[in-house]
Nanobody, 116 residues
């Protein structure tokens, strides 16, 4: 079955960095675009970045553009999210997502907490 497992979250001070990982299984990883979402307390889930399956093109939400970088290693079935210059507003649970078979699959999420 399709599985996505996020890791790499933690506690970091404002201005610091973290790198999240999303390990995928249960589907042909290289055939699908992968996205990162986050959900902060009291807020809706927000799409923050995605990376294509084909040419590696990427998209970023304005809230993270210039600070976050998405990448993928198809040989490892893994997507990464490098997060720099973190702000307290980045505090959220971060989720990996794939649209597979016309439905969304989600990981369990990894908590990122940015202190000020």
């Amino acid at each position: 079955e399709v599985q996505l497992v996020e890791s790499g979250g933690g506690l970091v001070q404002a201005g610091g960095s973290l790198r999240l990982s999303c390990a995928a299984s249960g589907f042909i990883f290289e055939d699908y675009a992968i996205s990162w979402f986050r959900q902060a307390p009291g807020k809706e889930r927000e799409g923050i970045s995605c990376i294509s399956n084909s040419d590696g093109s990427t998209e970023y939400a304005d809230s993270v553009k210039g600070r976050f970088t998405i990448s993928r290693d198809n040989a490892k079935n893994t997507v990464f999210l490098q997060m720099n210059s973190l702000k307290p507003d980045d505090t959220a649970v971060y989720y990996c997502n794939v649209l597979w078979g016309l439905r969304d699959y989600w990981g369990q999420g990894t908590q990122v907490t940015v202190s000020s």
